[in-house]
């Protein structure tokens, strides 16, 4: 009989082929033998006339296609990960490319030959159920869900009691499991001879089995010690693993461990290897036993790169894996909601694979392309959520407009002994632009330490209050509220304009009297702490709210003090100069201007690293300077003395300063602790130059300024971030004499001492706050985490500065072609989904 010479093509056969991978990672990758072929031939085969059959695909899963068949025709050659990582990820493949084919025949025959692995049979037409889906170690776990929002305990050896367990870390679904990233990696895929091990190398060794102990020990009742002494062809290594516990002192027990690893048995060892005064050792090691030195491994630790997941009490590294390898078949259910041609533009793994790959990595370059891949995700949707929320703003209206000139604003240039600068003519013309506009205002200011800030926050106060609205001034401590209190109302009582204080130390009586005005627009002016947003401060007409040092904030805080008026202008400023990628990150839905230029006249303050056998000098210093007429800061970082920290702290210091070193000067004392009317009556004292040192703690890092003040001495500056020294360093300097800060170094690290080099060597706020931003992480450098500070869970603001700007890129382009996002449903859920949680559940202000 001829054939037709142009058959049709056969159908997939998608159950069969899963069936077949099933079996092969249950037996552990061996290439079964079937009735008819080899598990790599029948793929080989299947693949390619799959190629053929008649669905529907793109160029590149054809190619995708192509290049499995191809390496299921080398399965002989490949090591056991990858004969695991090829059978993963042609199950999620093939998975993939059913969900996209419709109406197709699930019982046709898929090639010529029958496959019959083990004596396995494909089910029945009409019994056909979702085959079992296999872990990435090659135990099986219960049949595919049909959702990723299923319970842990649909999968297998999740019960009740570690559903529990994996409930404190959040893992409640599959899908969480699967987006539970690991935290670092142990690589246990080099396998060495015992005579090759390296201490400090994480390494697989197959050895025989010499002898085999397990006893008490001596000197912990409650410490048991198994021993192995195993050998290759090249020495013996004797491995340990302690076990604290009365359970382990059971001899029934032990005598089971022991019989697990009887003599002449092939072992496979994993783990640290440690020099030890015995010799040789690995630390506390994974080990497997084998048929054979030919065996493949099939645990789930020993002998390939391990994912170390984090932990919390009464959960164990064990079970995370577990539950993590049990999910990850259903990996395969994820749409990817990244839309195809942007995945091509920034050559971006598929989410499926790279999900599976940050988990189980077949090599370091799948681990890194799948990393990139979901850092890529935290960055792009962060910043689409931003971005989508400052066209959300922009397209809001507002009734609050105000004139860029007036009586007011050109009062106040004329009264000001000194002419703004380049930098703050530029932000100015920002600000007074934004006001006129019809949308609220929502601009950071960004500058450093005694660039005038203040002075350019009170062009827009003025533009406000000569418009009839009122303005709302709020700083995060009393000493700051009352310093720009104090600038205030020095310029305001010239312009015949009122201004009050409100903080939680202002009396009862003040406090109504103020609110009473607020509520009648007779106060134009009010400057205060978080008492402006307490419920009984009631605005008339409030149409701008400045926020100095907005990051020591709550995001709700700074809303609340919005929602005192009817979408009023909003401006922020900040001392604390943020790197480009802090900046992208926290304030990517703001409008940003840079004061980047001094006001003239300033000198470069002195900046000298010592060690307490320097202390002699700089105490000289002091003495000079003092007997000039000039004053003098000394910041300890604790209030009391610490019984656990050998730190100098502020009283002590204090006392012993006044009383045996500058007994011939006054010195005075500030510290967080002290009331407000104490905190304000020394820095009153100070600045009416009634005291001639100021020991402190770092109260004074912003908002204190004493042009009179020209020494900085900062005790054990290796405790602060460069940041913060930087900030303390800027409350000297403010006048027209040379400056000095003195950074007492107590400790010999060389990387602290590296690290203050960078402010002898740097006066520059922005490159020292990108310095920091290395040396410590983001989260340091703000000092709270009420910053706002999105929660990660891969990405780094240090490492993956180039990721992020890739993703604040992609996410323009999407917000250029549709701000709404309604031509990607599935792009537009995640936002929603993944925003809230990077933002814990509040949207930046």
Not at 687 to 711: F, M
Request: glycine share 6%.
């Amino acid at each position: 009989m001829i054939a037709d010479p142009s058959p049709s093509p056969p159908a997939v056969d998608w159950v069969r082929l899963q069936k077949a991978l099933s079996i092969e990672a249950e037996r552990g990758f061996n290439d079964l033998e079937g009735q008819q072929q080899r598990f790599s031939d029948f793929l080989n085969t299947s693949l390619r006339q799959g190629l053929h059959a008649s669905i529907a695909l793109s160029g590149r899963d054809q190619e995708r296609w192509q290049s499995l068949a191809e390496q299921f025709g080398r399965y002989d050659d490949l090591s056991f990960a990858q004969r695991q990582h090829l059978v993963a990820d042609t199950r999620r493949f093939l998975h993939q490319m059913q969900q996209s084919v419709e109406a197709l025949p699930l019982m046709a025959a898929a090639a010529a030959g029958h496959y019959e692995a083990a004596g396995s049979r494909p089910p029945s037409a009409k019994s056909a159920r979702p085959p079992k889906t296999t872990d990435l170690a090659g135990s099986a776990a219960t049949e595919s869900p049909q959702g990723l929002d299923q319970p842990l305990t649909y999968l297998k050896g999740i019960g009740p009691k570690n559903r529990d367990r994996l409930a404190k870390l959040g893992i409640l679904t599959l899908q969480d499991a699967l987006f539970y990233y690991p935290r670092d990696y142990i690589d246990y895929a080099r396998q060495v001879k015992i005579r090759n091990l390296v201490p400090g190398e994480t390494v697989t060794v197959v050895a025989t089995v010499k002898c085999c102990n397990c006893f008490n020990s001596h000197r912990n009742s409650k410490l048991t010690i198994f021993e192995l002494l195993v050998f290759d062809s090249t020495a013996r290594l004797k491995v340990s693993r302690f076990f604290a516990g009365t359970r382990f002192r059971n001899r029934g027990w032990q005598e089971r461990q022991k019989r697990l690893y009887p003599p002449g048995c092939v072992v496979a060892v994993s783990g640290l290897v440690k020099q030890t005064k015995y010799g040789i050792n690995l630390d506390n090691p994974d080990i497997e036993v084998l048929g054979s030195d030919a065996d493949s491994i099939e645990s789930l630790t020993v002998g390939r790169v391990v994912p170390v997941y984090p932990l919390t009490e009464g959960v164990g590294a064990d079970l995370v894996r577990r539950a993590i390898v049990a999910a990850l078949p259903s990996a395969a259910q994820l749409r990817d909601p990244l839309p195809k041609a942007l995945r091509q533009q920034y050559e971006l793994v598929d989410l499926p694979v790279a999900i599976a790959h940050i988990h189980f990595p077949p090599d370091s370059e799948s681990l890194s392309v799948a990393r990139r891949r979901l850092v890529f995700d935290e960055f792009f949707y962060l910043q689409l959520g931003l971005l989508r929320r400052r066209r959300q703003q922009q397209a809001e209206q507002t009734q609050i407009q105000m004139a860029p000139t007036g009586a007011l604003i050109e009062e106040f240039y004329q009264m000001l002994p000194f002419q703004l600068t380049g930098a703050q003519q530029r932000v100015v013309q920002d600000i007074l632009h934004d006001l006129q506009r019809p949308t609220p205002m929502n601009r950071l200011v960004q500058g450093d330490v005694g660039s005038g800030k203040t002075v350019v926050a009170v062009v827009g106060i003025l533009a406000a209050i000569q418009a009839g609205y009122q303005a709302a001034l709020m700083a995060p401590t009393e000493v700051l509220a009352e310093q720009h209190y104090r600038k205030l109302v020095n310029w305001f009582n010239l312009l015949h304009l009122p201004v009050e204080l409100l903080t939680g130390s202002t009396k009862a009586a003040k406090r109504r009297n103020i609110h009473a005005e607020l509520a009648t627009g007779e106060l134009p002016v009010l400057v205060g702490t978080h008492a402006l947003i307490e419920d009984p401060v009631q605005f008339s007409r409030l149409g701008l709210v400045t926020i100095d040092e907005q990051h020591r904030f709550g995001v709700a805080q700074r809303a609340r003090l919005q929602q005192k008026g009817d979408n009023p202008h909003v401006l922020t400023l900040t001392a604390t100069p943020i790197p480009r990628t802090l900046a992208l990150t926290l304030h990517g839905d703001l409008d940003v201007s840079q004061i980047d230029e001094l006001p003239p006249g300033r000198k470069a303050i002195q900046t000298t690293l010592l060690s307490s056998r320097d202390r002699t000098h700089a105490y000289d210093l002091i003495r000079r300077e003092v007997a000039q007429g000039r004053q003098v800061y000394i910041v300890l970082p604790l209030v009391d003395e610490s019984e656990k920290l050998d730190l100098r702290s502020a009283i002590e210091e204090h006392q012993r300063l006044q009383a045996t070193i500058f007994p011939e000067f006054k010195v005075g004392l500030l510290h967080g602790r002290m009331s407000s009317a104490d905190k304000d009556a020394a820095i009153t004292k100070f600045r009416d130059r009634q005291t001639h040192i100021l020991v402190s703690t770092t109260v004074v890092e912003v908002g204190v300024d004493i042009p009179n003040a020209t020494v900085m001495l900062i005790e054990h500056a290796e405790r602060f971030g460069l940041s913060q020294l930087h900030q303390l360093r800027g409350r000297v300097g403010r006048g027209g004499s040379q400056s000095f800060c003195l950074l007492m170094n107590s400790t010999r690290s060389e990387p602290a001492i590296q690290r203050l080099r960078v402010l002898e060597q740097s006066q520059d706020g922005f490159f020292i706050a990108e310095m920091d931003l290395r040396f410590r992480g983001p989260g340091q450098v703000l000092g709270t985490r009420q910053s706002g500070l999105p929660d990660f869970a891969l990405a780094s603001l240090v490492e993956d500065q180039d990721v992020l700007e890739l993703a604040r890129t992609a996410a323009e382009q999407m917000i250029q072609q549709d701000d709404s996002l309604d031509g990607w449903p599935l792009l537009k859920a995640e936002l929603d989904r993944r925003y809230q949680k990077l933002m814990g559940g509040a949207i930046l202000t």
